[in-house]
Structure formats: structure tokens, C-alpha cells
């Protein structure tokens, strides 16, 4: 079982490069590469020259000795009715999965389709749509039209567990679609593809009031990617586990007896995203400490 960890921040602080070195040099064994909002910004994922881009990032890994585990898709994935922001935004979860692939990575994570958009793409009009079951055949499409390019790029896609804002109550955080595990392992037995598997976010499903010992067990051997942090179960809080009040113990007790076979993937930006610069890497040394802990838990050892 591989440990790793996201770009996410350190990216966005450092650049896509420096944050590979950093990770490899705080000790994990990989890294989640962060796509999230190429679509939304000038980005050198989304831009012409993003073959050169990603054969220097893979040179970096390379020697640094760090292996890309995984990937994230752009999200919001798709926003109902809105026929432009779809278009590039298909495009470029398609690009993620070909830049996964030649990175090395084995799964591409991607949100499912909601009814409540994040405010990240405020400048595109949409629709909820009108009901669960439209909902629920938006995304088997979405999701089977992406087979095709699983087979080409040899990589599969891990479903996430959602929440969204309450459509009137925007502070406060509902389930979303998939937002429980019962849904989740339906949904992805209903696509019925080896090409599709689940990532759950133990986060998620904090704030959808399930406890994400009993998502594991509901989504079981369909698992086969987490997104690892901690949660207040109000706030989307994505920092270090054992921060909160979550049974840390229970919840890898889980993974243990499902027998999980993905890796370890840690988002925990929150943790150290307002450290000074000087004081990251030592976080990140801490973070490596805490998750190689966890994953001997998870595997019996001492």
C-alpha cells in the first residue's frame, strides 16, 4: 500500500514541480496530482503544450523516486444545461485521464455530477435537474461515456462520495448524489465496468452523517481509492486525522478487514496551507509520520 498525498496546495504555492520534490522529500511514496480547476484558469494542464509539460514533471518524479498513485479530475464535472462549460470540461477530465496514464498512475478520481454547484463556476448558468432519477441517469452516462477512454489510457476511474450547499441554507452541507455509501456501491454496480471502482472521501462521508467505518464496509471490494482527512462533520475541514473527534481506529480496523488493496491518499491541504513557507516541509515530514502509522494499523503490523 502505497502513502501519498496532494499536490493541491503545495502546487498552487510552489508549482507543480517544487511540490513532487517536496513530497518526495518529506518521505511518502506518492503523489495525487490535482487537476481540479484546469478548466477555470490559465493552466499548463489545459494548454497546448501540456505534453512537454508533464514529461519534465515525470523526469522530476523520476528522480526524485516518487511514483504518481493517482489523480483528480476537474470538477464541478458538469453543470446541468450548461452546454459550453460541459464541453471543456469533458474534454479536459479526458486530458486528466491521458496525463494520469503517463504519469504512471493507476486511477483517475472524478466527482460525480450534482444538483448544487460549488461557487467555483458562478460564471456559468445551470439548472438542478428535475428529479433524483434524471440525476441518477446523467451520471451513468457521463460515467460509461468515459469507458472507452479508460481502455485507451489503461486507467480506471474511482467514483467520489459528494456533498453539496443547501439550496437555500448555502452555509450548511447536505449529502449530495452519492453522498451515502448504499447509493455509491449501487451506482457503480449498476455501471457494471472493471473500469469503474469508488473513492471514498472519509470527510464526505462525516459531513453526510455516515460513519466511514460503514461506507467501507457497504462499498467493500468497489473501493479502490480513499481521500484521507479529517472533518468537523459541519465544514468540508480537510486536515490531519486525529485532529478531530473521528474513530480513527475504527475506521482502519475497516479498511483492514475489507482486505483494501488501493493506496493511502492523504488531502490534507488544511493542515498546513497557512504555515509559512519555512515551516511546510517539516509539516509534511509530520503528515508522512502520521500516515505510515495508519497504514501499519490498516496492515497488522507493529
Not at 489545459?46 to 504518481?68: H, P, Q, R, T
Not at 471543456?88 to 498512475?105: H, N, Y
Not at 458562478?122 to 481502455?151: G, T, V
Request: a negative charge; charged letters at 25%; aromatic letters at 12%.
Amino acid at each position: 500500500m502505497k502513502l501519498s498525498t496532494t499536490t493541491g496546495v503545495l502546487a498552487r504555492k510552489f508549482g507543480d514541480a517544487e511540490a513532487i520534490k517536496m513530497i518526495a522529500k518529506a518521505g511518502f511514496d506518492a503523489y495525487d496530482l490535482a487537476m481540479y480547476h484546469i478548466q477555470l484558469t490559465d493552466n499548463p494542464f489545459s494548454g497546448s503544450g501540456y505534453i512537454d509539460y508533464i514529461k519534465n514533471l515525470k523526469k522530476v518524479a523520476d528522480e526524485c523516486g516518487l511514483v504518481c498513485n493517482q489523480a483528480h479530475s476537474p470538477f464541478p464535472t458538469q453543470l446541468n444545461g450548461s452546454d459550453a462549460y460541459n464541453k471543456k470540461t469533458l474534454d479536459l477530465t479526458i486530458r486528466s485521464m491521458e496525463i494520469a496514464s503517463f504519469l504512471g498512475a493507476d486511477v483517475v478520481v472524478v466527482h460525480p455530477i450534482k444538483n448544487s454547484s460549488s461557487t467555483l463556476a458562478k460564471e456559468y448558468s445551470y439548472e438542478p435537474f428535475e428529479s433524483r432519477k434524471q440525476l441518477y441517469d446523467a451520471n451513468i452516462k457521463f460515467f460509461k461515456d468515459l469507458i472507452p477512454y479508460c481502455e485507451k489510457y489503461n486507467i480506471k476511474i474511482a467514483v467520489e462520495n459528494m456533498w453539496e450547499r443547501h439550496p437555500l441554507h448555502r452555509d450548511t452541507l447536505i449529502p449530495a448524489f452519492l453522498g451515502y455509501a448504499e447509493e455509491h456501491a449501487r451506482f457503480i454496480k449498476d455501471i457494471n465496468s472493471e473500469w469503474i471502482a469508488g473513492c471514498l472521501d472519509i470527510g464526505h462521508s462525516l459531513i453526510c452523517g455516515e460513519k466511514p467505518q460503514e461506507a467501507i464496509r457497504h462499498i467493500g471490494s468497489r473501493l479502490k481509492a480513499l481521500h484521507v482527512h479529517d472533518c468537523s462533520g459541519y465544514e468540508d475541514t480537510h486536515t490531519l486525522p486525529y485532529s478531530m473527534s473521528t474513530r480513527w481506529d475504527e475506521i482502519l480496523k475497516a479498511l483492514s478487514d475489507i482486505n483494501y488493496d488501493g493506496d493511502f491518499t492523504f488531502e490534507v491541504d488544511n493542515f498546513f496551507k497557512n504555515y509559512p513557507d519555512e515551516l511546510i516541509g517539516e509539516a509534511l515530514k509530520y503528515m508522512c509520520m502520521v500516515g505510515r502509522y495508519m497504514v501499519k494499523q490498516i496492515q497488522g503490523e507493529k
